[in-house]
T-cell receptor
Framework: EAQVTQNPRYLITVTGKKLTVTCSQN?????MSWYRQDPGLGLRQIYY???????DKGDVPEGYKVSRKEKRNFPLILESPSPNQTSLYFC???????????FGPGTRLTVT | AQSVAQPEDQVNVAEGNPLTVKCTYS??????LFWYVQYPNRGLQFLLK????DNLVKGSYGFEAEFNKSQTSFHLKKPSALVSDSALYFC????????????WGAGTKLIIKP
């Protein structure tokens, strides 16, 4: 089944404790992206990647890191999480071009 | 700068009635327009898109949207609403002449009452 998977689905952590949210897709998509969703703000892009070893900042990259060592994986790293990073995070992927994005199920992160 | 506006936080419609969820956009180049739906505790699902061609595009679950270049709008419509259509709907736009970044509206909560 074609899908984007994210892990974990739910995470509660404390300020400053490094964490990684994994994202994997099995559709051979070139483009992958991370978003955060906050009430009333829609989706805001954190980072995106157009191919292996090619990543770029989105609208809200501060406090986040990503890597793209393999085409299928695009992990999101929070080196020192803070409470303002409490949010719902989505990973998405697509082919390059005028194609729709496929979304993972989301990761709800709470930083206390 | 690119932007998307969904002017209604919430739309209430009786089951069986037609529904419209509004979206207006601003891009400097050719607009690529998308609608997505989010059901509770789920990721976003693609509904339909406009890239070029006919202004009326049809998508999943009986939804359609009309591209209006002069009004810079891309409203989502359905002739007869179902209770199961209740969800959060997002409009998104990309500048087709430049990059792959999607700009998203804030979302509209659609409530269909029996």
């Amino acid at each position: 089944e074609a899908q984007v998977t994210q892990n974990p689905r739910y995470l509660i952590t404390v300020t400053g404790k490094k964490l990684t949210v994994t994202c994997s897709q099995n559709m051979n998509h070139e483009y992958m992206s991370w978003y955060r969703q906050d009430p009333g703000l829609g989706l805001r892009q954190i980072y995106y990647s157009m191919n292996v070893e090619v990543t770029d900042k989105g609208d809200v990259p501060e406090g986040y890191k990503v890597s793209r060592k393999e085409k299928r994986n695009f992990p999101l790293i929070l080196e020192s999480p803070s409470p303002n990073q409490t949010s719902l995070y989505f990973c998405a992927s697509s082919f390059l071009g005028a194609y729709e994005q496929y979304f993972g199920p989301g990761t709800r992160l709470t930083v206390t | 700068a690119q932007s998307v506006a969904q002017p209604e936080d919430q739309v209430n419609v009786a089951e069986g009635n037609p529904l419209t969820v509004k979206c207006t956009y601003s891009v400097s180049g050719n607009p690529y327009l998308f609608w997505y739906v989010q059901y509770p505790n789920r990721g976003l699902q693609f509904l339909l898109k406009y890239i070029t061609g006919d202004n009326l595009v049809k998508g999943s679950y009986g939804f359609e949207a009309e591209f209006n270049k002069s009004q810079t709008s891309f409203h989502l419509k359905k002739p007869s609403a179902l209770v199961s259509d209740s969800a959060l709907y997002f409009c998104a736009v990309r500048d087709g002449d430049s990059n792959y970044q999607l700009i998203w509206g804030a979302g509209t909560k659609l409530i269909i009452k029996p």
